[in-house]
């Protein structure tokens, strides 16, 4: 039997926090009490359909920021559609 893991280092992951948020983030690691994500932008419905905000507007966007794990109800990898997105908007990569 294999074991497929889910998500790693450098990956773009979703997490749904306690107060109903729902994250995108690049993983940079994770331990028993805390994640430690890169770049989280926060999952928005506009006009156009589903978008992302940062998670927050007053500190430097590329640092890293560490959820308590007590806080996170679940996460796992992102979508598709939704990880493009993503990367378009938090770098200079687009892809097809």
Known sequence: MLLEIPYKAGDTISLKLSTGEEIVARLDTE????YTVK???VLIANENGLGLAPFMYS???????ILNANTVT?????EGEIAKQYTATTSNIVTP
């Open 39 to 41: 770049k989280p932008m």
């Open 74 to 78: 679940c996460m796992g990898k992102t």
């Open 31 to 34: 331990s028993s009490d805390s």
């Open 59 to 65: 500190v430097n966007p590329d640092a890293k920021f």
